[in-house]
DNA sequence: CCTTCTTGGATAGCGGCACTATCTAAGCAG
DNA sequence: CTGCTTAGATAGTGCCGCTATCCAAGAAGG
């Protein structure tokens, strides 16, 4: 596949595809000399799971280049890689710990945790990004007014523990090993605006129910 | 309070907060003369939602305006003002109906909405952003070559929807009429990230018990 | 062989967006 | 009177994801 093919194939400008080989997201063609390069089913794949991140999940260029350098890097562990490829992902405005509102929250999160029982969670308190955002989405509540404590989240957190049991057992049929990371970042990317709308399609539903549509 | 005043009670800049008045994200304050304005306390709340939309919930301004639009309405009855307000948040691509992939997703969604028995929703799909969203994110799936078919997002809805139900038990606990929409756009706002943190955390937890950290 | 197209590589520009900076005339506070 | 603040207007900034243009070297077709 040449260039102007692989744009075909993925329905990517040439110039964009130029782009992205420029930012690293892209790796290059098989040289063939000076004027050709060759391009192969991985770089089409490539190129989609890019664009599935920056167009669906909105990832900026930077963050993309983050999380393939994860994903390429067969140095680590096939849980590590994974974990370190989702890490990667969300955009956390780093909270500001003199903030009394975030160490508020930080008591909360942390009571919640307990109340669940999840240990590995705990652990992972210092490093992971998703337990910084909670942090920070919870401190923002707070300062707004909302005071969403240990005991109000804990069933909002069932539910979501059970929706992370439904993709993992998701990500375990996948047949083909090697590309279960891959799999596993464009699930973490796609299925968060799918849930998103069945949550708000199910908020609809809830509400006519409650209240009709008058 | 004066403006200054006003930026210092929120920390936003003058700047921005006159940035806000002329997007009119803010309604001017109490004119006293020419060179002064009285701000009060409904002002120092409405920036901060207008500030959570934006910063936390990465509304575009144009869209934060739409949705204020309809908090203020006073002209429609509160369940419809609610649908309205909420309907204006999600930024939906509209599907290209002479797409293969979205026809088919449409097909899927419909069936996903039958075997769920979401009548109420089912009278929306013509015009729910949600249901939009969701057809779009199917078709993206099924592009990329992974089948969300009805029967593997039936478990998703279901835990979407006892997620909306406690939505609504939340938002009727909330003592103040008069703040329920404005509660109920926050909550949409405010709860997205939230629950999207608890679900990355989930994930994590659930990955650490089952293959440990190795 | 000649013409036309394509390639990698480089560089500059564009359009959208959320601010941000600067200016002005008017007014207030000490 | 002096300095600071205000509303209002307008222009500029910085980032970001492209997009457009140019170039010299080479490939493809007749």
Chains 1, 2 share one sequence.
Do not use: C
Not at 65 to 86: K, Q, T
Not at 134 to 160: H, I, K, N, S
Request: cysteine-free; glycine content about 6%; hydrophobic content about 45%.
């Amino acid at each position: 596949m040449r260039l102007a093919e692989l744009s075909r194939h993925s329905g990517v400008s040439t110039a964009t595809i130029k782009y992205y080989l420029r930012e690293g997201l892209l790796p290059p063609g098989r040289q063939i000399n000076a004027t050709t390069a060759e391009y192969g089913e991985e770089h089409l794949r490539r190129l989609r799971l890019v664009r599935a991140m920056i167009q669906v999940g909105r990832l900026p260029v930077s963050t993309v280049r983050e999380v393939l350098g994860h994903v390429d890097d067969d140095s680590l562990g096939r849980s590590i890689r994974l974990g370190a490829a989702l890490w990667a992902l969300p955009q956390v405005p780093e909270p500001d710990e003199d903030d009394e509102y975030v160490r508020a929250a930080h008591r909360e999160v942390a009571a919640l945790l307990d109340r669940l029982g999840w240990q590995n969670a705990k652990l992972l308190t210092t490093i992971s990004p998703a337990y910084r955002s909670l942090v920070v989405a919870v401190a923002a509540l707070r300062r707004l007014g909302y005071d969403w404590g240990a005991e109000r989240l804990a069933p909002y957190a069932e539910l979501m523990h059970r929706t992370a049991v439904l993709d993992l057992d998701n990500l375990e049929a996948q047949p083909s090993e090697a590309e279960r990371i891959e799999t596993a970042v464009l699930a973490a990317i796609l299925n968060e605006p799918l849930l998103r709308a069945l949550h708000r399609l199910a908020q609809e539903e809830e509400t006519a129910r409650r209240y009709g549509f008058e």
